[in-house]
């Protein structure tokens, strides 16, 4: 494929972004494939992050006082479903993002220009066409007749979503290199987007980006549906320039710092401050877990090996302003976000990476899949999937989910493990039925098993103990069962003393 260049004058202070660039013209659904394809062929090219002084300098404060004009938005006089807004360079946002909208298979460059923004009180900068760093849709989601923020893409190969009702939390990112490895983390980051144009009565819109980094180039194809759920359809094309051992497929990345089953030294006036409280998973056998979401005190891996896995996700399950009493973060707002594969995924595992965090500000959650075998360089990689961000999302609605972990001391040195249990076949059963308490630990001895209904709120309630007998980690397993089998989703927990 023959170098292409960006159409336009380059800005004094943008240096060269790849060694193979987008250009106007047609566009098709391989164009992006065929723009990473020949950027993997040849070495990583370094971008330039130099600013003009206007902007290279600035805060936070001055940075938040650059603000698009809502009138300007894309396709805002169109009268089509689906706006877009854009995301000034600064701050911590000096990466330059391209950005071509497509109509009729033709690419067109989408300008950058300080007429989009209002600086005020800030001086409006003396720049050239610098681009951007992202950008943000809007759509009518909680009303028709206002658009809503729907989804921002901003920051390496991050981006976040909101569903009907919800705010912002947790995000996902296009690739995940060596998150949380001895070696430094590398962060892809799409270096150009292309927004097709919707169709009047369209209930969804196209976004193409094309990622880079010192590792790998990629294509990523996403169709984004907002609606009670906000949907992602997924296609990914990857090519590495070298074998990929740790690389993360549909990453997601949260924060947990401390809710009723993590307080240790939490001195805090709210009971649980988080964006997801636990790592759901439905393995190709069809098994659903609940992997409780903690805040270590030293970095933790854990790897839950899988072939063909059905979903994966972090999930918000605490709905309610009271698990939190945050008037200002409003934490019951934040959505969940679920993986939905597509396709043959082979093997490898559901890798969550748990690193420790003394306050609210800094992600620490990452959960990805990671293939058995090395992704190898030289050829493509693809990959389809699904993401729903959402406020809940149903699997298997015989098996009742886990609502609250509640662990504390018991008496000689033991710990009371306390786990709620709500809906499914459980929530049928009379008060003296007698499900059973299906437990196993890696280390340490559990006693003392029993299940409950809880007379106060209807729902059911297992617990046990856990003596540790001088063990420092305890891999821990439980669930409720009965004749007819599971009652309930299977339970993890890391114990570590």
């Known amino acids: ?26 566009f098709d659904d391989d164009t992006v494939a065929g723009l990473a394809r020949a950027l993997a062929a040849q070495p990583y090219g370094q971008p330039g992050n130099a600013l003009p002084p206007a902007l290279a300098d600035i805060g936070y404060d001055e940075y938040r006082d650059f603000r698009y004009r809502a009138e300007r938005a894309l396709w805002r006089n169109d009268g089509l479903p689906i706006q877009a807004q854009f995301f000034h360079r600064g701050f911590l946002f000096k990466d330059r993002v391209d950005v071509y909208t497509v109509r ?38 909680n009303r028709a007749d206002h658009f809503d923020e729907l989804c921002s893409f901003l920051g390496a190969s991050y981006f976040r979503a909101v569903a009907k009702g919800l705010n912002y939390g947790l995000s996902a990112r296009g690739l995940a290199l060596g998150s949380g490895e001895p070696a430094a983390e590398e962060f892809p980051r799409f270096t150009t987007f292309w927004l097709e144009r919707p169709a009047r009565d369209a209930s969804a819109i196209v976004v193409h980006a094309l990622l880079d980094s010192p590792s790998a180039a990629g294509a990523f194809r996403f169709t984004v549906d907002p609606g009670e759920d906000t949907v992602f359809d997924v296609d990914m094309r990857l090519y590495p320039r070298v074998d990929l051992a740790h690389a993360g497929i549909a990453p997601l990345t949260s924060m947990f710092e401390f809710d009723p089953s993590d307080r240790v030294g939490v001195d805090d006036y709210r009971p649980a401050v988080h964006d997801s409280d636990g790592l759901a998973m439905l393995n190709g056998q069809g098994e659903q877990s609940w992997r409780q979401l903690q805040n270590p005190r030293t970095l933790q891996h854990s790897g839950f090996q899988d072939r063909n896995p059905r979903g994966f996700g972090l999930m918000q399950r605490k709905r309610r302003y009271e698990d939190f009493q945050d008037a200002e973060a409003h934490y019951e707002k934040r959505p969940s976000l679920w993986v939905e594969p597509r396709g043959d995924w082979g093997e490898g595992e559901v890798h969550l990476v748990e690193i420790p ?16 075998l090395p992704i190898a360089a030289g050829r493509e990689h693809r990959w389809h999937y699904r ?35 709500a809906g499914g076949r459980l929530s049928e059963l009379t008060d003296d039925a007698k499900p059973q308490v299906d437990a196993v630990a890696s280390q340490g001895t559990l006693r003392n098993p029993v299940a409950y209904r809880n007379g ?35 339970w993890l927990y890391r114990w570590m003393a």
């Open 456 to 490: 106060e709120t209807g729902s059911w309630r297992m617990s046990f103990e856990l003596d540790p007998g001088g063990a420092r980690v305890s891999e821990l397993r439980a669930r409720l069962v009965d004749a007819n089998g599971p009652l309930s989703e299977t």
């Open 1 to 26: 494929m023959p170098l292409l260049s960006f159409g336009g004058a380059l800005e004094t202070f943008a240096a060269p972004r790849t060694q193979v660039a987008a250009s106007a013209g047609a």
């Open 357 to 372: 965090t003394a306050d609210e500000y800094h992600d620490n959650i990452v959960a990805f899949w990671r293939p058995k």
């Open 387 to 421: 993401l729903h961000w959402c406020r809940d999302h149903a699997w298997k609605p015989e098996l009742a989910t886990v609502s609250a972990t509640r662990i504390g001391a018991s008496h000689d040195g033991a710990r009371l493990v306390v786990i709620d249990l």
């Open 104 to 141: 009729d298979g033709r690419a067109t460059p989408f300008a950058f220009s300080t007429d989009l923004f209002d600086y005020t009180p800030q001086p409006v900068p003396k720049v050239g066409d610098i681009g951007f760093a992202g950008f943000r849709l809007h759509a009518p989601i």
